[in-house]
């Protein structure tokens, strides 16, 4: 009953810096989401993946790629990192991309300095 | 203007009291959902509703689709139910999320 499983849970990086963000599902779920929540703002989505073999950009998806490697992964990479990518970072999924409750990882907390 | 604004941001409230926290939406959306988010970070589902109100233990949820609005309702509230409550709305492919109201429960 693992559910959505996001590793690493803290990371610190320096400017430039690459790393890639690991999120893994057991749900059989379709869709997978990758959000980031910076204070006193809402959640924000980066990219998501409706289905295997398929991504599409969010609402903040400049500085990220991601890869839907297969229907239980769903990986976030940042090529080279600045310090406006600190943040907290949060995979989820669910069934279909409408009218299912979300399923959400446990979060990175992000530091670039 | 945010598309999913909450009021009040911040709530501190005494063991026992009834809360409400309310969430105003401006776009038209297939669901409504209620999270929380504890201090810890993760975040839990609570609610997912398109019409009416539903139930589960002390909390309620609410949805007035044509005045795009919704409360969560904690009733007896205790210091276990300090958390971060967020409304989401679903316009499919992705939700839109308020920026959240910080609940505190003192003993």
């Known amino acids: 009953n693992a559910g959505v499983t996001q590793t690493p849970k803290f990371q610190v990086l320096k400017t430039g810096q690459s790393m890639t963000l690991q999120c893994a599902q057991d749900?059989?779920?379709?869709?997978m989401y990758w959000y980031r929540q910076d204070p006193g703002m809402g959640l924000r989505l980066i990219y998501y993946?409706?289905?295997?073999?398929?991504?599409d950009k969010g609402e903040v998806p400049n500085g990220y790629n991601v890869s839907r490697l297969n229907k239980r992964e769903f990986s976030l990479r940042l090529e080279s990192a600045a310090p406006s990518q600190t943040s907290v970072y949060f995979c989820?999924?669910?069934?279909?991309?409408?009218?299912?409750?979300?399923?959400f990882g446990s979060g990175t907390r992000l530091t670039v300095v | 203007k945010n598309e999913v604004e909450q009021s009040p941001q911040n709530l501190t409230a005494q063991e026992g009291e009834f809360i409400t926290i309310n969430c105003s939406y401006s776009?038209?959306?297939?669901?409504l959902h209620w999270l929380q988010q504890h201090p810890g970070g993760g975040i839990v589902s609570l609610f997912m509703?398109?019409?009416g109100k539903k139930k589960h233990g002390r909390l309620i949820a609410t949805i007035n689709i044509q005045e795009k609005h919704s409360s969560l309702h904690i009733t007896a509230s205790h210091p276990r139910d300090s958390a971060v409550y967020i409304c989401a709305v679903d316009v499919s492919p992705d939700m839109r999320f308020g920026a959240g109201t910080r609940l505190t429960v003192k003993p």
């Open positions: 776009v038209g959306i297939s669901a």
């Open positions: 509703l398109s019409s």
């Open positions: 993946s409706a289905s295997e073999g398929t991504t």
């Open positions: 989820a999924s669910r069934m279909t991309v409408s009218n299912y409750g979300y399923t």
């Open positions: 749900m059989n779920h379709n869709s």
